[in-house]
């Protein structure tokens, strides 16, 4: 069993920054995959970034590359979301996600561990 428990939401104004931070504990393998996702209200949860535990090779969604920024530790089995230039757009519940196996995967059902969510508002 996997827990996973972010941190880090918040309120800020467009164009702000905000760092979002994922603990995971119990059984996580290097092969796993991390995933950020988000989910605004009325709309399907959709896929922001992802990399590997074991392999410093991360994907984005077209509406977030080039400001946002996903990264690992895994000595300390966190995983982190830069987010810059924030847009109104980018408000939502993020929530962060473990797939097992090592092929990168945008879809949410294919993920099989899921943290409890953080609220991200933007404001303009």
């Known amino acids: 069993q996997v827990q996973l428990v972010e941190s880090g939401g918040g309120l800020v104004q467009a164009g702000g920054s905000l760092r979002l931070s994922c603990a995971a504990s119990g059984r996580t393998l290097s092969t796993d995959i991390l995933g950020w996702f988000r989910q605004a209200p009325g709309k399907e949860r959709e896929f922001v970034a992802a990399i590997k535990w074991n392999r410093d090779i991360p994907y984005y969604s077209d509406s977030v590359k080039g400001r946002f920024t996903i990264s690992r530790d895994s000595a300390k089995s966190m995983v982190n979301l830069q987010m810059n230039s924030l847009k109104p757009e980018d408000t939502a519940i993020y929530y962060c996600?473990?797939?097992?196996?090592?092929?990168?995967?945008?879809?949410?059902?294919?993920?099989?561990?899921w943290g409890q969510g953080t609220q991200v508002t933007v404001s303009s």
């Open positions: 996600a473990i797939k097992q196996g090592n092929i990168y995967n945008s879809r949410p059902n294919t993920y099989n561990y």
